[in-house]
T-cell receptor
Framework: GQQVMQIPQYQHVQEGEDFTTYCNSS?????IQWYKQRPGGHPVFLIQ?????EVKKQKRLTFQFGEAKKNSSLHITATQTTDVGTYFC???????????FGKGTKLSVIP | GAGVSQTPSNKVTEKGKYVELRCDPI?????LYWYRQSLGQGPEFLIY????????DSGLPNDRFFAVRPEGSVSTLKIQRTERGDSAVYLC?????????????FGSGTRLTVV
C-alpha cells in the first residue's frame, strides 16, 4: 500500500547548525502533517500542508510540500537543544480519518 | 479536560492475562483514535471512533483486541490473552473532526509490558 519514506533515519548536528528531514511518497498525497516527539514523550502536532508547493513557517521551522505533492520537508534553522526529538511525517487520504506515519527522523543536537 | 488523558501510564502484565487501557479525549472532540507505537517506529493505526461507533477497526491486529466508546467520550481498549509481542506504547488521540484537518492531539500513552 501507499507509504512514505523519511530520510535520514538519524541526524546528529552541532547546536547552531541547520537540519532538514525529508518525506517522500511514490504516489500523490492529499495532505501531509508533521509531528514532533520528544524522548519519552508523545507525538505533538506541528503543521498540516495541503496545497501544491505550499510553504509554511513557524519561527525557525520551515515546512514545504512539493509541487507534485509527493514529497515534503521540514527545515530547522540554527538548531537548539530543545529541538531534540523524532520528527514524523504523516498523511491521510482525502477526507479520511486515518493517519499513516513515516518511521521518523531522530534528531540529536550536540551542545 | 485540557488534554487527552490516558490511564494507566504504565502496565505490566503476565502473558495470557487480560488488560484494559483507558482514554479520556478532549471535550468536544468527536473523533477518537487508538494507535500503537513500538520502539523506533512511528505510530501504527489500530481503530477509529466517530461518536460511539467504531468507524474503522481495520488496524486491530487480531480478535484479541477490542475497543469500545459507549457514550461517545471515554474509550477503553481491551486486550485478551496478552502476548509478549503486544508490548508497546498504546497511544490515544482525538480530533475535532474525523478528517484530521486540524491534526491529532495525542495522550501521553500507556506503556504496556507483557512478561
Amino acid at each position: 500500500g501507499q507509504q512514505v519514506m523519511q530520510i535520514p533515519q538519524y541526524q546528529h548536528v552541532q547546536e547552531g547548525e541547520d537540519f532538514t528531514t525529508y518525506c517522500n511518497s511514490s504516489t500523490t498525497l492529499s495532505n501531509i502533517q508533521w509531528y514532533k516527539q520528544r524522548p519519552g514523550g508523545h507525538p505533538v502536532f506541528l503543521i498540516q500542508l495541503v496545497k501544491s508547493g505550499e510553504v509554511k513557517k513557524q519561527k525557525r521551522l520551515t515546512f514545504q510540500f512539493g509541487e507534485a505533492k509527493k514529497n515534503s520537508s521540514l527545515h530547522i534553522t540554527a538548531t537548539q537543544t530543545t529541538d531534540v526529538g523524532t520528527y514524523f511525517c504523516a498523511y491521510s487520504g482525502a477526507g479520511s480519518y486515518q493517519l499513516t506515519f513515516g518511521k521518523g527522523t531522530k534528531l540529536s543536537v550536540i551542545p | 479536560g485540557a488534554g487527552v488523558s490516558q490511564t494507566p501510564s504504565n502496565k505490566v502484565t503476565e502473558k495470557g492475562k487480560y488488560v484494559e487501557l483507558r482514554c479520556d479525549p478532549i471535550s468536544g472532540h468527536t473523533a477518537l483514535y487508538w494507535y500503537r507505537q513500538s520502539l523506533g517506529q512511528g505510530p501504527e493505526f489500530l481503530i477509529y471512533f466517530q461518536g460511539t461507533g467504531a468507524a474503522d477497526d481495520s488496524g486491530l491486529p487480531n480478535d484479541r483486541f477490542f475497543a469500545v466508546r459507549p457514550e461517545g467520550s471515554v474509550s477503553t481498549l481491551k486486550i485478551q490473552r496478552t502476548e509478549r509481542g503486544d508490548s508497546a506504547v498504546y497511544l490515544c488521540a482525538s480530533s475535532f473532526d474525523g478528517a484530521s484537518n486540524y491534526g491529532y492531539t495525542f495522550g501521553s500513552g500507556t506503556r504496556l509490558t507483557v512478561v
